[in-house]
C-alpha cells in the first residue's frame, strides 16, 4: 500500500513575475486539468478528457462521475456528465466581489 502524497502549487496572481507562468497544465492518462490566468486576475479551470479524434485509443478518456457541492442547502449533486458525452468542464474563478465579464 503506497503512502498518499499531494503536490501543492500556490499561485500568486502576479502577472510581472517572471518565474508564474500564466498557464498550468496537469496531463493524466484519460485527460488534463488546466489552470490558466486571465489578463484581469482571475483563472480559469479546464478539466477536460482525451478524445478519439486526437488521441489513441488507449489514451480516450471518460467522465465518470462529478459533483457540485455548495454552500445552500439543497443544491449539493452528482452531475450528470458520465454519459451526456461531455469532454470539456470550464469554471472560472476570482476574488469573492469581483465579477468578470460573462
Known amino acids: ?9 500556490n499561485l500568486n496572481g502576479d502577472k510581472r513575475s517572471k518565474t508564474e507562468p500564466a498557464q498550468y497544465i496537469i496531463n493524466f492518462p484519460g485527460g ?3 489552470v490558466s490566468r486571465c489578463e484581469d486576475g482571475t483563472y480559469w479551470a479546464h478539466i477536460a478528457r482525451n478524445r478519439s479524434d486526437n488521441h489513441q485509443p488507449e489514451d480516450v478518456g471518460a467522465f465518470l462521475s462529478g459533483r457540485i457541492d455548495s454552500e445552500s442547502e439543497g443544491v449539493n449533486a452528482p452531475l ?3 454519459d451526456a458525452g461531455v469532454y470539456h468542464v470550464a469554471i472560472r ?3 469573492a466581489g469581483r465579477h468578470a465579464e460573462r
Not at 500500500?1 to 502549487?9: D, E, G, H, L, Q
Open 93 to 95: 474563478i476570482g476574488k
Open 80 to 82: 450528470p456528465i458520465d
Open 1 to 9: 500500500m503506497s503512502a498518499f502524497t499531494a503536490k501543492v502549487i
Open 32 to 34: 488534463s486539468v488546466e
